[in-house]
């Protein structure tokens, strides 16, 4: 049985849990309980803040964890391992300052000698002090943003995804520290045979789920003059399934594509002749 920490509840809760969901594991959610135990796979999901799963997983306590890159960097616990950039919870932790201020793109000597609200001191510090700039940390571990509003601070360093928190404070975002997204880490301790060998097929089930995400299952009409054209124009994995259809002089192509590389060629699919285009989620895909 492995452990794997998610966070309780917040902005990586669901995310989190629709992942090992969409893996075929089945268990409760954290309404009432701190730790459930999966139905259908060795697992236990131990529920936590997200600041405390880097030390959990550190611990050993839990042998996976689900966190933000940003909680991740901001602590000293260097010997995790990011074993899978899971592509959610995506932000960026941004310097932002008030809108009336003139700053030029790059100048980080800006930032030398002000003070700077953030719950990201480490991050904060160790990217202006790369470029030369010693900012004043105020440390402050919430609504960072109205900062500068109250004279607290001359700027902040927050997460940012839309930006409208800003916009909201009358701020602006003038440099990107650090890109985030989830990401699942697994502890530096030892790891039994046993358990390497379920978080090889938990690592494989996230796989397969990522890649149904990234690939659709197409299928079109076509008349039969056209499915050469057709044919060059998909950029499948493999060459397209073809089968006749019932109306003579028709066949139906079926592929499996990019998603975004399927939409760069839809008009060019439907000039040569493509009728009916079906685009249908793929769930998981193993290759
Ligand atoms: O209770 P617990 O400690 O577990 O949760 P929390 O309150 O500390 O964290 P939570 O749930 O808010 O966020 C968890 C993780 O989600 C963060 O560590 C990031 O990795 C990720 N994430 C993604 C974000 C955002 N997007 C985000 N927009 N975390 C916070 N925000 C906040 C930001 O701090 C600011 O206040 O949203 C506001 C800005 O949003 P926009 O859309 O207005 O730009
Ligand atoms: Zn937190």
Redesign the pocket.
């Known amino acids: 049985m492995i452990r794997i920490a998610i966070?309780?509840?917040?902005?990586?809760?669901e995310d989190s849990v629709k992942l090992l969901k969409e893996c075929g594991i089945k268990f409760e959610g954290a309404d009432r309980k701190l730790l459930s135990r999966a139905e259908n796979f060795p697992i236990e999901i131990l529920y936590?803040?997200?600041?405390?799963i880097p030390q959990y997983v550190n611990d050993g306590v839990a042998d996976l964890g689900v966190?933000?890159?940003?909680?991740l960097e901001e602590t000293d616990f260097n010997n995790l391992e990011t074993i899978k950039k899971l592509g959610f919870?995506?932000?960026r932790l941004s310097l932002a300052i008030p809108k009336d201020t003139i700053y030029n793109a790059g100048n980080f000597k800006f930032f030398d000698g002000k003070r700077i609200a953030t719950?990201y001191p480490k991050l904060t510090k160790g990217f202006l002090e790369s470029r030369e700039a010693i900012p004043k940390i105020e440390f402050l571990s919430?609504?960072?943003?109205i900062a500068p509003g109250i004279g607290l601070s001359d700027a902040i360093c927050?997460?940012?995804?839309?930006?409208?928190?800003?916009v909201?404070n009358g701020l602006k975002e003038v440099e990107t520290v650090f890109e985030?997204?989830?990401v699942l880490i697994q502890t530096p301790g030892k790891i039994s045979e046993d358990k390497k060998n379920i978080i090889t097929d938990l690592i494989f089930r996230i796989e397969a789920v990522q890649k149904g995400k990234d690939y659709k299952y197409i299928l079109l009409n076509a008349p039969n003059s056209a499915i050469e054209t057709i044919k060059s124009l998909l950029p499948g994995m493999k060459s397209p399934t073809i089968l006749p259809l019932a109306e003579s002089g028709w066949s139906s192509v079926h592929s499996v594509v990019k998603e975004n590389e399927f939409w760069k060629v839809i008009d060019k699919l439907r000039l040569a002749g493509a009728q009916g285009i079906l685009v249908v989620p793929i769930e998981k895909m193993i290759m």
Do not use: I, M, P, Y
């Open positions: 966070q309780k509840s917040g902005r990586l809760n936590l803040r997200d600041d405390d966190v933000g890159q940003n909680v919870s995506k932000c719950s919430g609504s960072v943003e927050d997460l940012v995804s839309t930006g409208s928190t800003l909201s985030s997204q989830a």
